[in-house]
């Protein structure tokens, strides 16, 4: 994974910005899914709002200007995003004919970042780094299975040691090392335009 630093904003402002689109691609289009999923929008629909955040970033990014002053890059993004997944969700009730599509309009029109949308977009980055770890070349299924087994099933330690025929101890040590990974992955896509992460993804 990449950062979403200056270098990258300005390489995209360029004509022939074909590799830093991928870049930016690869590097947004998990998350970008992930949050549409968790406001309630089908695969389907996620893929919509993944096609047409892509489109609004594609016309705007190009003019885009990174001031630390005004907030991070990352909250002009959700912004985007968030905005797509309500769009979506709006011309799906009107197409029910759900009667909420009248209030829908208007959270459409006014919609902001609050503090639920931005814990949406956190667990998405991290539910994305979380898989990037796990097809990570480096990590083997072996070590996978213990992580999996531990840090995210809750086992006990002893059990999964036993299970696997290590000690304790080595358990805990996979577990660390693997953490710090995801922390790293994680922190590589929470950071915008060489920002710190404003707290700790994990």
């Known amino acids: 994974m990449i950062d979403t630093n200056e270098t ?11 590799d830093a689109w991928k870049e ?3 590097l947004y289009w998990g998350a970008i899914l992930r949050y549409a999923r968790k406001v309630g929008l089908s695969g389907h629909q996620a893929e919509d709002v993944l096609q047409e955040t892509m489109m609004v970033l594609m016309r705007q990014l190009p003019e885009f200007r990174y001031d630390r002053a005004k907030g991070k890059f990352r909250n002009f993004l959700l912004t985007i995003v968030h ?3 309500v769009a979506v969700l709006r011309r799906a009730r009107r197409a029910a ?3 909420l599509a009248e209030r829908d309009a208007v959270d459409e029109h006014r919609a902001v970042i609050n503090a639920a ?3 949406r977009w956190r667990e998405s ?12 070349e480096t990590i083997d299924a072996r070590t996978w299975a213990v992580f999996q087994a531990y840090a995210l099933e809750l086992r006990p330690a002893g059990e999964v040691a036993e299970q696997f025929g290590l000690t304790t101890n ?13 922390r790293t992955l994680a922190e590589e896509q929470l950071r915008d335009s060489g920002s710190p992460p ?4 994990a």
């Open 83 to 85: 905005r797509k997944a």
């Open 170 to 182: 080595a358990v805990y040590q996979i577990r660390n090392r693997m953490l710090r990974r995801l």
């Open 125 to 136: 980055v991290m539910e994305e780094a979380l898989r990037n770890l796990k097809a990570h």
């Open 8 to 18: 990258l904003l300005e390489r995209l402002r360029h004509c022939d910005a074909h």
């Open 117 to 119: 949308a931005e814990r």
């Open 24 to 26: 930016f691609y690869d």
């Open 198 to 201: 404003d707290s700790d993804p």
């Open 97 to 99: 004919a759900d009667p």
